[in-house]
C-alpha cells in the first residue's frame, strides 16, 4: 500500500516562504513522476509542478515559474516544494502526487496522470 504525507503548511505573509515536504511510504520503487497539485477554495485543482525519476526534469505551471523550486531525494523517499516569495493567490490545499508507470526521465502535468495522493496541506499567504 502506498501513502504520502504531506507537511509543511502554514500562515505566512506575501513574499514570503515555506517549504513542503512529501514523505513516501510503501511501493515507493514504482513511483515515477511526482507532482504538486494544488486546490482554492471554490476552484478546481491545479498542476503546480512535477519532476522525474532521475530528477533530471522538472516542469512548473507559468504561475510559479521562478519562485518555486521542486526537488526530490529517492533515498529518501521525500519530494519538497519549495515556495519563495509568496503570493495571496497561492493560498489553497497543496497535494502530493505519485505517478506508478512511466520512464525515470518522464514528468507529468495531468491529475489524472497520477494515482496515488496524499491527504492535503494548507498553505495561507496574507497581505
Known amino acids: 500500500q502506498v501513502q504520502l504525507v504531506e507537511s509543511g503548511g502554514g500562515l505566512v505573509q506575501a513574499g514570503g516562504s515555506l517549504r513542503l515536504s512529501c514523505a513516501a511510504s510503501?511501493?515507493?520503487?514504482?513511483?515515477?513522476?511526482m507532482g504538486w497539485f494544488r486546490q482554492a477554495p471554490g476552484q478546481e485543482r491545479e498542476f503546480v509542478a512535477t519532476i522525474s525519476r532521475s530528477t533530471s526534469n522538472t516542469y512548473y505551471t507559468e504561475s510559479v515559474k521562478g519562485r518555486f523550486i521542486i526537488s526530490r531525494d529517492n533515498a529518501k523517499n521525500t519530494v519538497d516544494l519549495q515556495m519563495n516569495s509568496l503570493k495571496p493567490e497561492d493560498t489553497a490545499v497543496y497535494y502530493c502526487a505519485a505517478r506508478t508507470g512511466g520512464t525515470p526521465n518522464s514528468i507529468a502535468r495531468h491529475a489524472n496522470d497520477y494515482v496515488n495522493w496524499g491527504q492535503g496541506t494548507q498553505v495561507t499567504v496574507s497581505w
Open positions: 510503501g511501493r515507493t520503487r514504482t513511483f515515477f513522476a
